[in-house]
T-cell receptor, first 113, second 114 residues
């Protein structure tokens, strides 16, 4: 059982470039989340989705976009990369949201130079 | 918005000792409080969680206590082992909504010396 899979694991971008971070889960979870983790800090919610076709902003959505066309996939897009977006990005999923456990992938480490 | 404060930021113990990490939260509507362990280069892994209708929960060497009146919850690890060394995060579901939006503490680096 793969759980939550994130690709790529590492990436270096130049300022102004765009990219999509991929996230897929095989647990048939309805809820999916994107967090970013800056060095020495806790995770902050970027976007979340409660099901296919439904997404909403979290605490730090600026500079990012998401889509949810299937239950399994929840890609995160950076349109114009900025140095402030250098971070580790984690995708998570949960069956029922609310007060249910979230399962995390191993992250994408992104540097923008 | 919601704020979760976690202390201490670093904790060093000898193998076999107990470790305690404390978190305070600000939103009285929060009703779910998970604890995650993060090893180097890995994603956070849930180790224990507690819901607001329970005051204490235990799983082998790990326990969590919740004081809703004071708005704080704590992680207790007994008989620590070197493999317990990691970063630990507390969190809550701000607003207690059905969306599961978690607010995380800043993390505690736990080091267990053999």
């Amino acid at each position: 059982n793969a759980g939550v899979t994130q690709t790529p694991k590492f990436r270096i971008l130049k300022i102004g470039q765009s990219m999509t971070l991929q996230c897929t889960q095989d647990m048939n979870h309805n809820y999916m989340y994107w967090y970013r983790q800056d060095p020495g800090m806790g995770l902050k919610l970027i976007y979340y989705s409660v099901g296919a076709g439904i997404t909403d902003k979290g605490e730090v959505p600026n500079g990012y976009n998401v889509s949810r066309s299937t239950t399994e996939d929840f890609p995160l897009r950076l349109e114009l990369a900025a140095p402030s977006q250098t971070s580790v990005y984690f995708c998570a999923s949960s069956y029922l949201g609310g007060n249910q456990p979230q399962h995390f992938g191993d992250g994408t480490r992104l540097s923008i130079l | 918005g919601e704020n979760v404060e976690q202390h201490p930021s670093t904790l060093s113990v000898q193998e076999g000792d107990s470790a305690v990490i404390k978190c305070t939260y600000s939103d009285s509507a929060s009703n779910y409080f998970p604890w995650y362990k993060q090893e180097l280069g890995k994603g956070p892994q849930l180790i224990i969680d507690i819901r607001s209708n329970v005051g204490e929960k235990k799983d082998q060497r790990i326990a969590v206590t919740l004081n809703k009146t004071a708005k704080h919850f704590s992680l207790h690890i007994t008989e620590t082992q070197p493999e317990d060394s990691a970063v630990y995060f507390c969190a809550d579901n701000a607003g207690g909504t059905s969306y599961g939006k978690l607010t995380f503490g800043q993390g505690t680096i736990l080091t267990v010396h053999p």
